[in-house]
């Protein structure tokens, strides 16, 4: 017995010292293996779920500006600065959304010691730019509102992260592949939709003036009140401008985005006699869960709502 029970004790701190080593060799692993994904931040929730699709379980993917958040004046936290000076790479909109106003985006690139063209990536990069009324020389951001400009956006963050992470290319342009081909149908589908409304109906009214590139890519005439979010909103003469528009229509619906206040398209509701439809997207995808969470459920939300309340 004396000399069973140091060799009983001998052999269990033997399993002990393998189980030990195997289960810190496995985390270690999984650690490398966090280490090794591509870490990736983008400016808001829209070019996060494409680059989700894309990436999947091969990345780190980090979101500045939160859903249901206006990104045209954001103000960065340190959890943003700190994502953004730890990422391989930043994709951003571009086209003046996240450099206008106060310029919070180039702020956080400056500060966590990027360079545009090396981390840095603006996702609209191939796209014919619209610009805004107001402003000639200023570009509309609101680009991924004509779902052929997204597939661009795909394009161009599927090339980007190859060239970051050769050693997944296959695997991202896979998913890119599948991913742009449902794009694809849902484009074809709504650039036939609206046809069948008489022209006089097709009168998109929005708060903000994001639907150049929708109405143009889909073939209805927007009107808005105030052009971007970064303006005043709501001012008499806005107000008087789209009142007027709306009169010389036979438009029978409102819309109002979900990320602004409904108060301004509440009044010319009340001035009209015209029904908000319905809310859309434009700056942002929908909580996660709830409809229109996704780029596509969200383009698809909006189609199928424009069409609904216009016809």
Do not use: C
Not at 278 to 295: I, R, V
């Amino acid at each position: 017995m004396k000399r069973i029970i140091p060799t009983i004790l001998a052999v269990f701190a033997m399993i002990s010292g393998v189980y030990f080593f195997l289960n810190t060799r496995q985390n270690t692993t999984n650690v490398e293996a966090e280490n090794n994904k591509l870490h990736i931040v983008t400016t808001n929730s829209i070019l996060e779920d494409m680059v989700k699709n894309v990436g999947k379980d091969k990345i780190e993917l980090y979101s500045i500006v939160k859903r249901g958040t206006d990104p045209h004046e954001y103000e960065p936290q340190p959890s943003d600065v700190s994502a953004a000076s730890d990422a391989d790479l930043i994709f951003h909109n571009g086209l003046n959304l996240e450099t206008g106003g106060s310029g919070w985006f180039n702020k956080l690139v400056e500060t966590s010691h990027k360079k545009f063209g090396r981390e840095v990536f603006s996702a609209s990069e191939n796209v014919d730019a619209e610009h805004l009324t107001t402003n000639k020389n200023e570009e509309d951001p609101h680009a991924w509102l004509d779902l052929n400009n997204g597939i661009k956006y795909v394009e161009l963050i599927t090339k980007v992260m190859k060239q970051k992470d050769p050693q997944n290319a296959g695997f991202y342009q896979d998913n890119a592949d599948k991913y742009i081909a449902k794009l694809q149908r849902l484009h074809k589908t709504a650039q036939s939709k609206f046809l069948d409304i008489p022209k006089s109906q097709r009168l998109l009214v929005t708060s903000e003036g994001a639907f150049k590139y929708f109405g143009k890519a889909y073939h209805v005439t927007p009107t808005y009140i105030w052009e971007i979010n970064t303006e005043s909103q709501g001012t008499p003469e806005q107000m008087k401008a789209v009142l007027s528009k709306i009169n010389q229509s036979e438009v029978k619906s409102l819309f109002v985005e979900s990320s602004v206040s409904p108060k301004s398209m509440e009044k010319v509701s009340k001035e009209t006699g015209l029904k908000i439809h319905s809310q859309l997207f434009t700056d942002s995808l929908a909580k996660k869960g709830s409809q229109g969470d996704t780029y596509y459920t969200m383009m698809k939300w909006n189609i199928d709502k424009i069409y609904q309340g216009l016809k």
